[in-house]
Each structure stands twice: as C-alpha cells, then as structure tokens.
C-alpha cells in the first residue's frame, strides 16, 4: 500500500495567517499517461464528515474558497490556506488515488493560537 | 443534489456481524459508485471497499474476508456486511461517492458510529 505521511501533525494559527501543510508519499503519485497527480485533500470539522477541498493536487472543488491551494507533484504535496479564518479550524487529510486500495495521511490538525 | 445517509445498530457484540445501509439520493447507483470509509475514534480514515456502477466490488485486502458491500438499485441502497467483529472495529462509518473511475470521495454522508462492545 501507498504510505501517505502528512506533517506536522498540529498547527497553532491565528486568523489571518497563512499556513502550509505538507503530505509525503511513498512513490510517486504522478502518472504519466496524463500527466495528473493523483492526490486529493479534505477537511474535517468537528463532528462532521471530511469535506473534499482539491484533486488533482491543486484542483479545487466546486464552492471552496480560492484561499485553499493545492501544489506539488510526484511525491511531495502541499495545502496552503492564506489569510486563515475561524471556519478553517479543522483536521486536514491528504488521500492518494493513484493505486488500491486508496490511503489517506494521518492528518493535521489546524488550531487556534 | 447529491446526498447519503448511513443508518445501523449503534452498538454491536464482539464476534457478532454489523449490517449498515447507506441510502443515497440525487444520482443512480448504476453510472455512480458507492463507498465506504471508516474511522476509529480521534483517529484517521480507512477506506473499506465499495461497489461500483456496472455491480463489481472492490475491497481492502485487510478487510476483504470479513466484508461483503451489495445494494439494491430500485431503493436506492447500499448495503455494507461485516462479520467477526472485534473491539478495534469500533468507529464511525461513512458512505461516500464516487463520480468516476477516479477515486477521490466527493460527497460524504453524515456518518453513522458503531460501538463494539458487549
């Protein structure tokens, strides 16, 4: 299986700031026939279910605010929030979908400082 | 608009089997695919196997003898059977949508929680 390891695991933010989240896989996400990475982000708020932010690694979902961007390829990937808000408080995962079964990082979780 | 919504047993006794439905609306099970993905209390997320529009499965290896995901088309359901549970299977269960061949999950359902215990 895809080992997907995200870091750090914990984030203190203010509002306002801008924060980077990092996500390593353990072979390349990047397929050749297209040229796309397989890489998606989500985020979890508490008590809800994920919320699917960017596939593609750097294609946002339809409605999510264009402060949330997605970059890298190969085997290391980045989710960068600008100018952090209140409502982004929340656990963010990355998930490859390059090969079964799919496996997601461990999280990060984003808090307030 | 796309929705899901888990439903089961909160509580299940150690070595028994869970049954959960997932019921879905706004699209057709049959050029849509349905999965599931769990997660342990504060933990991350594993995802279990699903079913895809033309009736074939896929399944976690870890979890492929112990699993059966099935559906019924005509109510709009998903089935997820999973026998000989344990403690560490305790964890919120999620359905989750799949529109193409591509799999990353873009609608969730709300989750149901699933406590093994006697």
């Known amino acids: 299986d895809i080992v997907m390891t995200q870091s750090p695991s914990s984030l203190a933010v203010s509002a306002g700031e801008t924060v980077t989240i990092n996500c390593k896989s353990s072979q390349s996400l990047l397929y050749s026939g297209n040229q796309k990475n397989y890489l998606a982000w989500y985020q979890q708020k508490p008590g809800q279910s994920p919320k699917l932010l960017i596939y593609?690694?750097?294609t946002r979902q339809s409605g999510v605010p264009d402060r949330f961007i997605g970059s890298g390829s190969g085997t290391d990937f980045t989710l960068t929030i600008s100018s952090v808000q209140a409502e982004d408080l929340a656990i963010y995962y990355c998930?490859?979908?390059?090969?079964?079964?799919?496996?997601f990082g461990g999280g990060t979780k984003l808090e307030l400082k | 608009q796309v929705q899901l919504k888990e439903s089961g047993p909160g509580l299940v006794q150690p070595s028994q089997t869970l049954s959960l439905t997932c019921t879905v609306s706004?699209?057709?099970?049959?050029?849509?695919?349905v999965h599931w993905v769990r997660q342990p209390p504060g933990k991350g997320l594993e995802w279990m196997g699903g079913?895809?529009?033309?009736?074939?499965?896929d399944y976690n290896s870890a979890l492929k003898s112990r699993l059966s995901i099935s559906r019924d088309t005509s109510k709009s359901q998903v089935f997820l059977k999973m026998n000989s549970l344990q403690t560490d299977d305790t964890a919120i269960y999620f359905c989750t949508h799949i529109l193409r061949v591509y799999w990353y999950f873009d609608f969730w359902g709300p989750g149901t929680m699933v406590t093994v215990s006697s």
């Open positions: 079913i895809w529009g033309d009736g074939s499965t």
């Open positions: 593609w690694a750097s």
């Open positions: 998930q490859q979908y390059y090969d079964t079964p799919p496996t």
């Open positions: 706004g699209f057709s099970l049959t050029s849509n695919s």
